[in-house]
Structure formats: structure tokens, C-alpha cells
């Protein structure tokens, strides 16, 4: 299994930077459009078909997001001191995909990541 990371919001410098880490840990990019964003977080890891009964709305989010699949602790842990040694602003809202999230939809994760975020502050 390929370790592959889902962007979301990242089409800038810092974008750019974590691509080049994710490049030299071997780690696969893929970008999530807004147009995604109402697909389930497996469908667009090519986990499952995507949803055909899927209701658009202007709800959507301009945060950026991270979500990492197939990620060893080593992987994960490797990544995150490279964003240390690179001196890369974090990015609040991270998940690994899981079980219990694989069918959510992006707006929702991002729901869940934001209040796990603010619980923590």
C-alpha cells in the first residue's frame, strides 16, 4: 500500500513545500477540488465508488486540510519533523483516515477536525 496524503486548500508556497517533503519520503499527492468535497474520503482515495446521490451546496471550506492514509507511525512521525526541520507553518486540521471516517464527505471531517481543534485550545 502506497502512503498518499489528500490536500486540501494547499495550492500555495506552503503547499509547494509539503509537496517536496511528501516527494522525498515517497509519500503520493493527491488534490481534493471543491468539487470533492460532497464525495466520501474513500472514493477519493479510490477506496469506494463514488457517491451518485450527492447533494451540492455552497457549504464548503477554504482551511487547509491534510488527511494521510497508509501512514506508519515512523511515516507519520517522519513527516511531521519535516515540516520542524523545514520551518513549515503547521496545518491545524490533520486526520488519518480511519474505519469511522472513510465514508464521511470532506465537510464533514472538516466539521469534526475543527471542533477536535478548538477543544484542544
Known amino acids: 500500500m502506497t ?10 508556497e506552503k503547499g509547494r513545500k509539503i509537496k517536496l517533503i511528501c516527494l ?9 477540488d471543491k468539487n470533492d468535497y460532497f464525495q466520501p474520503i474513500g472514493s477519493l482515495f479510490g477506496l469506494m465508488e463514488p457517491s451518485e446521490n450527492v447533494s451540492f451546496s455552497e457549504n464548503t471550506f477554504s482551511d487547509e486540510m491534510l488527511v494521510m492514509k497508509d501512514f506508519s507511525n515512523q511515516l507519520l512521525d517522519r513527516f511531521l519533523l519535516e515540516f520542524k526541520k523545514n520551518h ?18 470532506s465537510i464533514k471531517l472538516h466539521e469534526e477536525l475543527v471542533k477536535e481543534h478548538e477543544s484542544m485550545k
Do not use: G, M, Q
Not at 522525498?24 to 481534493?32: G, H, M, Q, T
Not at 513549515?88 to 464527505?105: C, G, H, M, Y
Open 88 to 105: 513549515i507553518e503547521r496545518v491545524d486540521l490533520k486526520a488519518i483516515l480511519t474505519p469511522d471516517n472513510i465514508s464521511w464527505n
Open 3 to 12: 502512503p498518499t496524503i489528500l490536500f486540501y486548500n494547499l495550492d500555495n
Open 24 to 32: 522525498k519520503l515517497k509519500i503520493r499527492i493527491k488534490k481534493a
